[in-house]
């Protein structure tokens, strides 16, 4: 299936994004954990220059430790700043002080002249990566707009914790998916629109990504048989939820979007889409 999606509005979020970068400090790059290189969107490269960045890991819980922790040692071998977070736990302190951390030349550099002042971050990161989650998350209060579908933060939103302010940003793609496994990984962690994509095709791809990589997964999930085909690992999930239409046919659609939601979920165990590259 050929996954391209770029709505307008996020031309106008981009845009904004750039209008605002200079009354910012840094900023907070939003990774979902299950998928670090396909949430590297390339828009952000320019914002990048020139700004202090902080890298956040989100949804830890959801990938093996062994996993994240070496995506860690790569970012750490570029000398890239990053913390780990879970962004539904309600405490991502870590994130704040690793801000800290980032600017601290900054805000030496005032507390030297006898000033304190606060620190500004632009939070990024592509749709459903928990950029909102986190920030509420920060503030201990749900201020910023969040929900489970891409494109619930549409405007500019500024909010302040502990001397540093935040300001909000929709989640952004990139005009054109050159690579389709990157598209495919956006789509399974639900940055990209449902409504654009074919629920049956989309579950086909991914079960059988899974079953190369997690073989058993889906028979720990649903008590199937191992070494199927995509087709019929997805018949048999359907059989096992008793997902039938009038007339006893297998409800395909609505297997396949629950087996997707599933998998956002966390409920088909600790699964990573992609594995650190060796340097």
């Known amino acids: 299936m050929l996954i391209q999606w770029f709505p307008g509005h996020m031309t106008k979020a981009i845009r904004m994004m750039e209008e605002n970068l200079r009354l910012v400090d ?4 939003v990774i979902d954990a299950r998928a670090v290189a396909s949430c590297i969107n390339p828009v952000f490269e320019r914002l990048l220059e020139g700004k202090k ?20 040692e790569l970012f750490r071998k570029q000398n890239k700043a990053f913390v780990k977070a879970v962004g539904t736990s309600g405490d991502c302190s870590q994130i704040v002080d690793g801000l800290k951390r980032v600017a601290a030349d900054k805000i030496k550099k005032y507390a030297d002249k ?14 459903n990566s928990g950029k909102s989650t986190i920030i509420n998350a920060m503030i201990k209060r749900a201020k910023a707009v969040t929900g489970d579908r891409p494109g619930v933060t549409r405007g500019k ?3 302040s914790v502990d001397n540093v302010d935040f300001l909000d940003t929709p989640g952004t793609l ?12 956006l789509a399974y962690i639900g940055s990209i629109k449902d409504d654009v994509l074919d629920a049956g095709e989309l579950a086909l791809d991914f079960i059988g990504e899974i079953n190369g990589c997690y073989p058993d997964a889906f028979s720990k ?3 199937i048989e191992e070494g199927l085909s995509a087709l019929e690992t997805l018949e048999h999930i359907g059989l ?17 979007r629950m087996v997707i939601d599933e998998f956002r979920k966390g409920r088909l165990g600790k699964l990573s889409l992609e594995k650190a590259p060796q340097i």
């Open 26 to 29: 840094a900023l907070i790059y």
């Open 53 to 72: 960045v902080l890298y956040v890991f989100n949804k830890c819980d959801l990938v093996e430790e062994g996993d994240i922790s070496a995506w860690c």
């Open 114 to 127: 006898g000033a304190k002042i606060n620190v500004r971050a632009m939070v990024v990161g592509v749709p």
């Open 157 to 159: 939103q500024w909010l």
């Open 174 to 185: 990139w005009s054109k998916f050159e690579d389709q496994k990157v598209a495919h990984h």
């Open 221 to 223: 999930r649903y008590g």
């Open 240 to 256: 096992s939820r008793g997902y039938k239409l009038k007339g006893g046919d297998l409800d395909y659609d609505r297997t396949a």
